[in-house]
């Protein structure tokens, strides 16, 4: 896995992707993960709600966003 650093340095090469292509579906993904492994549970929880504003089909998505909110309630 890889270290904090590199996930926070991860989250802000996504967040620059974002900033030029807000429906970059793989780039919240990414985002999300990082928060994740960084366990900032409520910011990734808040991550994958953003993509699913972006794709609410996308199951991978929805089970993420749910798996996140049930982690950040805990």
């Known amino acids: 896995m890889p270290s ?3 996930q ?3 989250f ?9 292509s807000p ?4 780039a ?3 985002a999300a993960r990082a928060l994740l492994a960084l366990r900032r549970l409520d910011d990734s ?3 994958w709600r953003a993509a699913l504003d ?3 089909d996308d199951p991978e998505i929805q089970f993420q ?4 909110i049930f982690a950040a309630a805990r």
């Open 4 to 6: 904090s650093r590199g």
């Open 8 to 10: 926070a340095e991860a």
């Open 12 to 20: 802000v090469l996504y967040g620059h992707i974002l900033a030029q």
């Open 23 to 26: 429906d970059n579906i793989t």
């Open 28 to 30: 919240f993904k990414g």
């Open 45 to 47: 929880a808040q991550a």
């Open 54 to 56: 972006v794709a609410p």
């Open 65 to 68: 966003c749910g798996v996140s």
